[in-house]
């Protein structure tokens, strides 16, 4: 159905009411001129009246002309910029957000438009924000992604690839040594190959955590506290209270994760010492508590020295549609805050898979 215009609105909204009175009032007059040419004599103004009446509808036809003018004039005024908003928010609609439409009059009509470019320059600086977001974002996925191929790189050529020529060059001698050298030889490359698999196995722990499968949280937190204890100062107290056993395979993982990135943190930058972890669960609300004794930072300044740890937390605290607090200051050491609400599926007589 075709719309119809505030042009033709207008029109319509005048036009028919002043046919109606117009066409009224001519019927009035000629019957009052007619009236009164029964009243006169018929020989002395006979031909007036007809003159009058002729007179009367050239008067009402230029009338309406200058009515309708007047309308169509007013009308075409109205609707000209309500048409330049309605062409605006189209455009707004499709991304052109560098929109500025002048205000002609301070109407009804002048605020509107002010209206619409308030509008129009908050959505512009809305998406702004969105595709700063949006870019912070992906440079954080893409630098954490490079971060990590660079850690597995390291590692496998400081580990499995040293450990690999160790066992290379102790094969090439054993063509040059008697029998009772070859076994001991043997026993060394024996422990090469059992180094080997240990370090093949830790790396494969730090991509996916084989024991958050199997095993409850805690267990996979005290796992991950021996062995970064094992390789850096830090002293780790550990305590967990409730029950995690019902937590879901992505709850688990982004919790461990979340750590896994505190601790990385703590031992490249905070130069601590001690570091105190607390996983809390009540009903349906699971807390973490990080805190360490280190040198502590400025958090308005977090972030700017090219760093993604703060950065990364936030991001899996906020897939877990948790709230991450960070409280630090320069020699006072630094606390992290998770609070997660656990929603659990019920049905009747179904059994979920845990981890």
């Known amino acids: 159905m075709k719309n119809i215009t505030i042009r033709r609105k207008l029109l319509l909204c005048f036009a028919i009411p002043y046919l109606i009175v117009i066409m009224l009032a001519n019927v009035i007059v000629i019957y009052g001129i007619r009236m009164y040419q029964n009243e006169t004599d018929a ?13 009367i509808i050239l008067c009402s036809i230029i ?41 002609a009059n301070q109407d009804e009509i002048g605020a509107l438009t002010e209206a ?56 090439e001698s054993l063509l040059y040594q008697d029998e009772k050298d070859i076994k001991n030889s043997i026993q060394e490359l024996k422990k090469y190959f059992d180094e080997i698999i240990d370090e093949v196995r830790r790396i494969s722990n730090n991509l996916l955590p084989s024991v958050l499968e199997a095993f409850s ?27 995690f056993d019902d937590l879901d395979k992505k709850t688990k993982t982004y919790i461990y994760r979340l750590t896994q990135e505190a601790l990385s943190n703590i031992v490249k930058h905070a130069e601590a010492t001690e570091v105190s972890v607390k996983l809390v669960r009540k009903a349906d609300t699971l807390t973490l508590v990080i805190s360490d004794n280190g040198k502590g ?25 948790g709230q991450i607090e960070i409280a630090s200051a320069p020699g006072e050491g630094t606390t992290i805050t998770l609070k997660v609400q656990i929603i659990i599926p019920y049905v009747n007589h179904q059994d979920f898979p845990r981890g």
């Open 63 to 103: 009338l309406t002309v200058l009515f309708f003018s007047l309308i169509f004039f007013i009308s075409r005024n109205v609707a000209k910029p309500l048409k330049k908003l309605k062409d605006a928010t189209v455009s707004l609609g499709e991304g052109r957000y560098f929109l500025d439409l002048p205000v």
């Open 116 to 171: 619409f470019n308030v509008m129009a320059h908050q959505v512009k600086d809305s998406t702004r924000e969105l595709k700063m977001e949006r870019y912070g974002r992906m440079r954080s996925v893409i630098d954490g992604e490079e971060m990590e191929r660079q850690r597995l790189s390291r590692e496998l050529h400081d580990g499995i690839g040293q450990l690999l020529i160790a066992i290379k060059l102790r094969m």
């Open 43 to 55: 020989g002395s103004s006979s031909l007036v009246p007809g003159y009058l009446i002729i007179l």
């Open 217 to 243: 949280i805690p267990i996979a937190f005290r796992n991950l506290f021996s062995e970064t204890e094992e390789h850096s100062n830090l002293k780790i107290h550990f305590e967990a209270k409730g029950n």
């Open 297 to 321: 930072f400025s958090i308005e300044h977090a972030g700017k020295d090219g760093g993604n740890g703060i950065h990364n937390m936030r991001e899996r605290a906020n897939l877990l549609q």
